[in-house]
């Protein structure tokens, strides 16, 4: 039961990123409190993990406070430089703030990956000599549902930052100047409420690589690199942008020269792999499960961490219909009936997994995994 509860707390916090990107706090506030009820759940039933438990629905209690007194943000609207008012962009970009609870622990296998992240992230934020000078940007890249988004997630909850989870799309707009002003307006917040990360994902949407780049794209492009230059905070005033890609290969020369520490976020290997597993079925029976088996699969299959974590969902939900033959009865679950409904598990069968694996296909071949190494091996940097 432990594993549904997860599966309905990830479920939650993905509709209250979801409400926090378009705007509406309101929503937002609810899915927080729906986190943390979740979490006060799972203390109950995991006493080894109380206290665990207990912090982090703490941690989701006070984000819905904050979000309580916060009016709706809508995107400016207009046709003109300037037509939204400086208000009108800042609650925008104030929406656009995430309070991140993931830990490193929660992310399976990336050991490299996340003690470089780490070191280069606290490397930025300390305390220095006016001589050294921090890092002002990190890249990500690889190929997709690696878990780049959950390294800065983990990165800004680690920290304590405030942490801007922004898409490009968030800030391209079809109006005139709109999209440098919300760059601007970003950078702006930021630095107030610094020590802050900006994470910016599929950045590779403001490259001049791209065929036909609209004329909005380079000014947004050269405001976001004249914000990374002209910035000279240090220590508790910092501000980090990281960045996201899953097309290294798209990015001109002038964004990459703004990110020195690009790091490659590759497949799992098959520690990873099976530390993924255990990390998607906790709370479940798996003594029966060839761990080892399952992660040798997943590696031949060339799948990515969110693809492992879609084989353990199916696997769950097989095990969850074969104990259950209920589920399948239509006319109760669209009854009151389905209030009274107790699931019953069973330990988890490599059966399962065998039915799951025929689901869960990778969008990936070994020639995409060749041009992301090769790309690693001629402009990685830091890696």
Request: a neutral charge; charged letters at 30%.
């Amino acid at each position: 039961m432990q594993s549904l509860h997860l599966s309905l707390f990830e479920e939650f916090k993905r509709k209250y990123e979801r409400a926090l990107g378009r705007g509406d706090p309101e929503a937002a506030r609810d899915y927080a409190l729906k986190c943390a009820r979740i979490l006060k759940a799972l203390a109950e039933k995991v006493p080894g993990k109380r206290e665990f438990y207990l912090e982090k629905a703490e941690s989701w209690e006070k984000a819905a406070r904050e979000l309580e007194a916060r009016p709706p943000s809508p995107v400016p609207q207009g046709n003109t430089r300037g037509a939204g008012s400086e208000d009108e962009y800042r609650t925008y970009v104030e929406g656009l703030i995430s309070t991140s609870t993931v830990t490193w622990n929660d992310i399976g296998g990336l050991h490299e990956v996340k003690k470089l992240l780490a070191q280069n992230v606290a490397l930025a934020f300390a305390k220095k000599p006016e001589a050294i000078k921090p890092w002002r940007g990190i890249l990500l890249f690889g190929p997709p549902g690696t878990g780049k988004t959950l390294l800065a997630s983990a990165a800004a909850g680690s920290l304590k930052a405030t942490f801007f989870n922004v898409k490009a799309s968030d800030v391209l707009s079809k109006y005139y100047g709109e999209s440098s002003k919300l760059i601007s307006v970003l950078y702006g917040v930021a630095k107030e409420k610094a020590p802050s990360i900006i994470f910016i994902d599929e950045v590779d949407a403001l490259s001049l690589k791209r065929e036909n780049v609209h004329e909005a794209t380079r000014r947004t492009l050269a405001t976001l690199l004249a914000e990374i230059d002209g910035f000279k905070g240090d220590g508790e005033k910092f501000v980090l942008t990281l960045v996201a890609t899953n097309t290294p290969w798209d990015l001109d020369e002038a964004l990459l020269s703004r990110f020195p520490v690009r790091i490659y976020v590759p497949l799992p290997d098959k520690e990873a792999a099976r530390e993924i597993v255990r990390i998607h079925t906790r709370g479940l029976d798996t003594s029966r499960l060839d761990l080892e088996a399952i992660a040798e699969e997943s590696v031949r299959r060339l799948y990515s961490g969110r693809e492992i974590a879609n084989l353990c969902s199916m696997a769950i939900h097989h095990m969850l219909e074969d104990v259950n033959p209920e589920l399948a009865d239509l006319e109760r679950l669209s009854s009151a009936g389905i209030k009274d409904l107790q699931l019953k598990v069973r330990p988890l069968e490599m059966e399962d997994f065998e039915i799951a694996f025929k689901k869960i296909k990778s969008p990936l071949t070994k020639k995409d995994i060749e041009r992301y190494e090769k790309w690693a091996e001629e402009f990685g940097g830091r890696n």
